[in-house]
Structures are given as C-alpha cells and as structure tokens.
C-alpha cells in the first residue's frame, strides 16, 4: 500500500498544483509546475526541519525510498519520448536530419568536454574537491538538451519553424548519445578506466544508438500495419500502451537504447502520411488528447517528485557559488558549441549568428540530467552534483524557457 500512497499523494499534489498555476500563475504548464513543485518542497522541508511535523517527515521519509533513477530512466521516460515524438512533425525533422545529426552527436560530446573541464578548474578554485572523472560525468549528464522541458516550451512559442525543428528534433536525439557517454563514464568508475579502451566505447554507441534506432524502425512499422487493419480507437490506444512498454522491455533485454527507440517510433506512428493510413478521425482525435494526458500528467509527477526528493540534500554556501558561475559556464559551453560547428558545417546547419544565439538559449536542461545524476552510485558525489544540476536545470527551465520567444524576436 505504501506505492498507492505514494502515487495518490503526488497525483493529488499535481493537480492541486496545477489548478493553482491556471487559475492564478497562468503559466506554461511545464515552468508553473516546476516553480509551484520548489515552493512544495520548500514547504516541506520546513514543515519538517522547524515545525518537526511527523507526518510530512513520514512523507519525505516514503519519498527517499524511490529508486529515481529507475523510475524515471526505465517507467516513465519511454513513455515522454513517445509522447513527445508522437506530436512532431517528422516530415519535418527528416528535412532538417543532417543539422539535427551533427548538432545531437557532436554536439553533445564536445559540450562533455567542455563543461567537465570547466567544473575541475572552478571546483579547484573553490576548494570543493571532484575528480576529473566525475566532471566528465557530469558535463554527460548536463549536456543533452531535455526533450521534455524543449516539446512543452518551445512547440508553443513563436520561433521560426526551420530553427525550432533543429531544436526539437536535436533534443529528442541527443539525449540518447548523452546516456552512451554517461554509461561509459560510469562504467569506467565502476571497473577501472584501464578495463575501457576507444574499441569498446564506439562498439557501446553502435550497440546503443544504432540498435535503439533499428528497433524504432521496426516497431513503428509493425504497429502502423496493426492499426491500418482496424477501427477501435479504445484498442488502437492500447496498442501503441503495447508499443512503448514493450518495445522499452525489448530495448532493455538487448541493451540498446530504449529512449531512442521510444523515439523512432513515436516519429514513425505520429507522422502525417501513417496518421491518414492507419487512424481514422475519430482514432486520431483520441490517440492525440491521451498521449497530450500522459506527457503532462508525467511531466508534472516528474517534477515534483524530484523537488521532493531535493528537501533531503545538504548544501554549502561554496556550492551555491559553484552552482551559480556552472550556469553560465553552461551556456558558455552551449555557445562555443552551436558556434563552432555551425561554422564547420555550415552547408548542413545554415544557421545565421542570431539564429545561433536562439539555438543556445533554447538548449534547455530538465529531468533527464535529474535522473542521471540521481544514478550516480557515489553518495557524496550524487548530492553535491544533484544540487548542481538542479540549479541548472531551474534557471534553464524558468529564466530561459520564459525569456526564449524574446529571444527570437530579437534575431529576427
């Protein structure tokens, strides 16, 4: 019983939250949910801390008995990526493939190297000691631009619409090559950099990326021949349920990933031509409003779990100055990035120096790097950069993700 509680507290919390941000804050839902979940958790920390509450002790106490990492990484992340997949224009993104490529797959490895040399040098200045290693771990983690928080902001803002397809399509792929560098850091720490050579690095990323891309492909092509032979929205819906859980289930027994998968796949059933092949009217309006459900419903479990989860972690004033200049090293990291390949690669990218800025300040950072950082087996390690990434990914969310549109207005 003690799971049941758990998800009725937060379903509760999440919909009390939520009629709080549309009748008062008016706010994206994804930034309203993120700002309404840090004041909860603040709440709780001092219903907790000050006012010795038992009950919100006993909460917090349920709480920090979440395996993070797993539920998120291995429940509820196929399901976003599908869903955030599913409403993307994938003709679109086919177009813009070759900038998406370069921006998801070198971009995110040279952002590794850079944010991981930039935390060493400032953590030594400091005095708060990380090794190298786990700066490479962290700028892993902190690279990727969430598909999450990137489809429930920019998908509604008025940015041109070759720029914010680069945008989306590079979140809803880069990810999977951040957790490929994430997992082979982490085994290097597990095992011993000695046991890790460049062979079985690049073997892991073809196993990895190109496995979770076949089986996408193969997937969505088998779901969209089941859905073109019937007519039941109620059974279309649990099919693609079948879809995602199962071909996530797969994904994990070969170990391929699973989140590009999820991607492929959701691209493939939620393209234009499979809709009109496969979906009948009815079919296509229900499938949009529950996978619109789920993506939001989870989004907002999502964050507020890990603000809960947050009231438990210490904090030093250095950490908060680290936190603080890692934001802007961030972005910094995030611009020399964008400008330099797009400068490389300017026949792919075609992206003028303001666009280039509106590709930087739309590289938002959500749960993703949360739930990477919350694996991290190191308890010391796992607090100190878990503070970290959520100061990032606060700023990110909040600061940039209100401010992106005035961005782009300002490029044009």
């Known amino acids: 019983m003690e799971i ?53 002790q006993h909460i917090l106490d349920d709480i920090q008995q979440v395996d993070f990492s797993k539920v998120l990484l291995n429940v509820m992340l ?11 224009n994938a003709a679109s993104i086919l177009k813009e493939i070759r900038s998406i490529t370069i921006l998801a797959f070198f971009g995110t490895i040279l952002s590794t190297v850079l944010i991981g ?34 489809l429930g902001i920019i998908s509604k803002a008025k940015i041109q619409d070759r720029i914010k397809t680069n945008i989306i399509g590079e979140s809803l792929f880069n990810d999977g090559i951040g957790i490929v560098i994430f997992i082979t850091i982490s085994t290097m720490i597990e095992q011993g950099s000695g046991t890790v050579t460049i062979g079985s690095t690049f073997l892991l990323f073809l196993q990895e990326a190109i496995g979770g891309l076949a089986l996408g492909v193969v997937i969505g092509y088998l779901a969209y021949v089941v859905l073109k ?24 027994f ?10 492929v796949a959701g691209l493939i059933i939620g393209g234009e031509r499979i809709r009109k092949e496969a979906m009948s009217t009815t079919t296509h309006i229900y499938m949009d409003k529950f996978w619109e459900l789920v993506d939001i419903g989870l989004n907002s479990i999502l964050f507020l ?16 100055v680290l936190s603080g200049l890692m934001i802007i090293l961030v972005l910094l990291s995030r ?12 026949k792919q990218i075609k992206a003028s120096s303001r666009e280039q800025w509106v590709l930087v300040w739309s590289g938002l950072r959500g749960g993703l790097s949360l ?3 919350l694996s991290i087996p190191s308890p010391e390690m796992n607090g100190m950069l878990v503070f970290i990434t959520y100061c990032i990914v606060l700023f990110s969310i909040i600061v940039q993700g209100l401010t992106v549109e005035k961005v782009a207005n300002i490029a044009e």
């Not at 779990?305 to 908060?320: A, D, N, P, Q, V």
């Open 254 to 263: 070969l170990h391929i990933s699973g989140p590009l998968a999820m991607v």
């Open 371 to 373: 739930a990477m950082a």
């Open 229 to 252: 032979s019937i007519d039941d929205y109620q059974t279309e819906i649990m099919i693609t349920l079948a879809l995602v859980m199962g071909g996530y289930f797969i994904a994990d």
């Open 117 to 150: 040399g930039f935390l060493f040098f400032l953590s030594g200045l400091l005095g708060i000691e990380i090794s190298l290693i786990y700066c490479m771990l962290f700028g892993a983690l902190i690279s990727p631009t969430d598909p999450i928080a990137v």
């Open 78 to 88: 196929c399901f976003m990526l599908f869903a955030g997949a599913f409403h993307t």
């Open 305 to 320: 779990l890990i603000g809960l989860r947050l009231t438990t972690l210490s904090f030093s004033w250095e950490m908060l």
């Open 4 to 56: 049941f509680k758990i998800i009725a507290l937060l379903i509760g919390l999440c919909a009390l939250l939520g009629y709080i941000n549309s009748k008062f804050l008016k706010l994206p839902h994804i930034i309203g949910l993120l700002v309404l979940s840090l004041f909860t958790s603040i709440a709780f920390w001092i219903g907790a801390t000050i006012f010795h509450w038992g009950v919100i």
């Open 335 to 346: 611009a020399l990035t964008v400008g330099a390949l797009s400068n490389i690669f300017k």
